[in-house]
């Protein structure tokens, strides 16, 4: 994935505060694992990760220009690492139906900043667990928790809160630090299942168009995470 999009810095607080400062940030991330399924349910291989970001002309909230190497979060930073993927799951891991799903991740490599005068080894690992269970025909519960931990990377690569693959209802990469924990709950309701219209109706007018049966669901749900590091402890938990 790329992305260019405003990041900022707020005061840590348990209310909504505005933002101290601000800056675009062009991020890089590429992550891969070849897993190969043993005894059916067991995955395992190797798994690597690379990442970058910078951030560009950072601001106060009055739009004033700012100096960019005063703010570690947004200092030019790299890691590139590989190792082993481990996952042992009894339904998808995309879309988990019913069952479990224990997910292990362990990577070495080296990270760099602009704000060090040499590459730094650096390690992460990465623990995942969920659980899907049907409670009725029309409804069914989704479970996760994860774990995050890395030894040196530089601030603009590391852990983070808020966005949609984290808390939800948070300000994307609120926080950072080299700990992070988030649970995930919510309930899937299901509206309508084996939906084919308007693909049958296409289908009529182009024979070769696929028809697919489609399900609407209506989720609601409760995310929770926070956010460590050693240079500042815990900080508090978002919701």
Do not use: C
Not at 13 to 42: C, I
Not at 93 to 121: H, I, N, Q
Not at 201 to 210: D, E, V
């Amino acid at each position: 994935s790329f992305n260019r999009s405003l990041r900022s810095i707020y005061p840590s607080q348990f209310v909504d505060p505005d933002p101290l400062l601000g800056a675009e940030v062009e991020r890089l991330e590429l992550k891969l694992a070849a897993l190969r399924t043993y005894a059916s349910e067991l995955e395992f291989g190797p798994a690597g990760r690379l990442e970058t970001a910078k951030g560009l002309n950072p601001e106060d909230p009055d739009g004033n220009p700012l100096v960019l190497n005063d703010y570690q979060r947004f200092i030019p930073g790299a890691v590139a690492m590989g190792g082993v993927r481990a996952r042992w799951r009894t339904t998808s891991a995309v879309r988990p139906l019913d069952g479990y799903v224990v997910d292990l991740t362990t990577l070495f490599g080296a990270a760099w900043s602009d704000a060090w005068a040499e590459a730094k080894p650096d390690a992460s690992a990465e623990f995942k667990v969920a659980t899907a269970r049907p409670v009725t025909d029309w409804m069914r519960l989704y479970l996760r928790a994860e774990t995050q931990t890395q030894w040196n990377s530089p601030s603009s690569v590391r852990a983070y809160n808020g966005g949609n693959r984290k808390v939800r209802g948070q300000p994307k990469r609120r926080e950072v630090g080299r700990r992070a924990i988030a649970t995930r709950a919510q309930t899937h309701l299901t509206l309508v299942r084996d939906w084919t219209w308007p693909m049958e109706t296409a289908r009529k007018i182009i024979p070769f168009i696929p028809v697919y049966g489609l399900e609407l669901e209506f989720v609601p749900f409760y995310d929770m995470g926070v956010i460590a590091d050693p240079a500042f402890g815990w900080l508090p938990a978002r919701h």
